[in-house]
């Protein structure tokens, strides 16, 4: 599978973005997906995932501002970034895992598509 992220961009402190993680080649419908995001020189961090059925998980440095979506008919994952502060400046990656065991866990997805740049000024 094939994965493309969009949507990044610069925004101003408080403002949104909507990230998309388009898949192609088959479908990912059954698949954990998660948002991974990476500062320069830093280690990748957990942003969000969503089981094949729904179920979302959060770091606690987004929960209550950022909203992970699919839409399986588009094979399309989304990410609602709100209330964006500038430590929120990071590039982003979608990814999928093969399973939804240790979803926080970035080493567990093997698959990812290239990532989108965020930039939140202050």
């Known amino acids: 599978v094939q994965l493309q992220a969009s949507g990044g961009g610069l925004v101003q402190a408080g403002g949104s973005l909507r990230l998309s993680c388009a898949a192609s080649?088959?479908?990912?419908?059954?698949?954990?997906m998660g948002w991974i995001r990476q500062a320069p020189g830093k280690e990748r961090e957990f942003v969000a995932a969503?089981?094949?059925?729904?179920?979302?998980y959060y770091a606690d440095s987004v929960k209550g501002r950022f909203t992970i979506s699919r839409d399986n008919a588009k094979n399309t994952v989304y990410l609602q970034m709100n209330s964006l502060k500038p430590e929120d400046t990071h590039v982003y990656y979608c990814?999928?895992?093969?399973?939804?065991?240790?979803?926080?866990?970035?080493?567990?997805?093997?698959?990812w598509g290239q990532g989108t740049e965020v930039t939140v000024s202050s």
């Open positions: 080649g088959r479908t990912i419908s059954t698949y954990p």
């Open positions: 969503i089981t094949w059925s729904g179920t979302t």
């Open positions: 990814a999928a895992a093969p399973r939804a065991t240790r979803i926080r866990d970035v080493s567990q997805y093997v698959c």
